[in-house]
T-cell receptor, first 113, second 114 residues
Framework: AQKVTQAQTEISVVEKEDVTLDCVYE???????LFWYKQPPSGELVFLIR??????QNEISGRYSWNFQKSTSSFNFTITASQVVDSAVYFC??????????FGAGTQVVVTP | DVKVTQSSRYLVKRTGEKVFLECVQD?????MFWYRQDPGLGLRLIYF???????EKGDIPEGYSVSREKKERFSLILESASTNQTSMYLC?????????????FGPGTRLTVL
């Protein structure tokens, strides 16, 4: 069975601090995809990144970066120089065949000025 | 840009009522999904559809049904609403035959059943 664990329930930081969100997954599939989504207070899930299991390169997009390590089954997400607009719930998700996304429980990020 | 819309942002219904939640996507996506989101439980898949008139049960289909008569529209039906169906309902769509493409979500419908 597939499982995604986001052990951090809530992280509070002051603006401009860096914050790293942990994601650990379990799957028996050899081909799988990992995602991160952001859910701001408005409620809509916003897609951030998709990564397949054969691509272990780290990715940077502006202030966001992702560290995929197959050896530890982790796909961690870092926000550099956090801003108030980064306050949201962030979900890590895993899919195998047929796109049935398995979500983690989410991590609430609170950024205060 | 991918756009997924849901018929209502907020909905209040009474126990026993039949409830329809509508979802429309404008990107000609093959696959559509319904999730519910509850505090402490995360997102759970109710039903999904990979083609018109096709449907598959997700993890928590009990108490729900779905309809997909047109490719762009996927409806979630609560035959007889109950208070334990008070939740946030999220619709999503994705392209492709394998179903592993990115799912794009609508704004959600917050349903309260009294």
């Amino acid at each position: 069975a597939q499982k995604v664990t986001q052990a951090q329930t809530e992280i509070s930081v002051v603006e401009k601090e860096d914050v790293t969100l942990d994601c650990v997954y379990e799957t028996r599939d050899t081909t799988y995809y990992l995602f991160w989504y952001k859910q701001p207070p408005s409620g809509e899930l916003v897609f951030l990144i998709r990564r397949n299991s054969f691509d272990e390169q780290n990715e940077i997009s502006g202030r966001y970066s992702w560290n995929f390590q197959k050896s530890t089954s982790s796909f961690n997400f870092t926000i550099t120089a956090s801003q108030v607009v980064d306050s949201a719930v962030y979900f890590c998700a895993l899919t195998g065949s047929w796109g049935k996304l398995q979500f983690g429980a989410g991590t609430q990020v609170v950024v205060t000025p | 840009d991918v756009k997924v819309t849901q018929s209502s942002r907020y909905l209040v219904k009474r126990t026993g009522e039949k409830v329809f939640l509508e979802c429309v996507q404008d990107m000609d996506h093959e696959n559509m999904f319904w999730y519910r989101q509850d505090p402490g439980l995360g997102l759970r898949l109710i039903y999904f559809s990979y083609d018109v008139k096709m449907k598959e049960k997700g993890d928590i289909p009990e108490g729900y049904s779905v309809s997909r008569e047109k490719k762009e529209r996927f409806s979630l039906i609560l035959e007889s609403a109950s208070t334990n169906q008070t939740s946030m309902y999220l619709c999503a769509s994705s392209r492709g035959q394998t179903g592993t493409d990115t799912q794009y979500f609508g704004p959600g419908t917050r349903l309260t059943v009294l």
